[in-house]
């Protein structure tokens, strides 16, 4: 027999949270949360209010809305430092290229390939 988990629904997702005693308030909300965002995903956000972090019970008092939060800030900042570090990104590899062909490529008729000598 397989060991993998039968799949669940969104509101068996919510109910799943709720069994381990995350406090749901709009569980209309919290499914649509989840049809947009992996379960697995949103749980990872979660591991730090459970009892210990290899149980899946929530400690007193844990509400879908604060893991969602702090789920959403993450996606926030993530989409905010992305413009930065492309940026960098794209520096990094101007500067590295330029510097590469000056040093490797200045002799006419280079070899296009790396390492081959010229004849």
Do not use: W
Not at 23 to 28: A, G, I, P
Not at 75 to 91: D, T
């Amino acid at each position: 027999m397989s060991d993998l988990k039968a799949p669940t629904t969104f509101k068996e997702q919510v109910n799943r949270l709720s069994n381990h005693g995350m406090l749901v308030e709009d569980k209309s909300s919290a499914i649509d949360f989840l049809s947009k965002n992996n379960y697995y995903r949103f749980t990872g956000y979660g591991i730090q209010f459970r009892v210990f972090p290899d149980k899946s019970e929530y400690q007193d008092g844990t509400t879908f809305e604060t893991v969602s939060q702090i789920y959403n800030f993450d996606e926030e900042l993530r989409i905010l430092l992305l413009k930065y570090i492309s940026k960098a990104e794209v520096f990094y590899r101007t500067i590295i290229s330029y510097g590469f062909s000056h040093l490797k490529c200045r002799k006419p008729l280079h070899d296009q390939q790396i390492g081959r000598a010229h004849v």
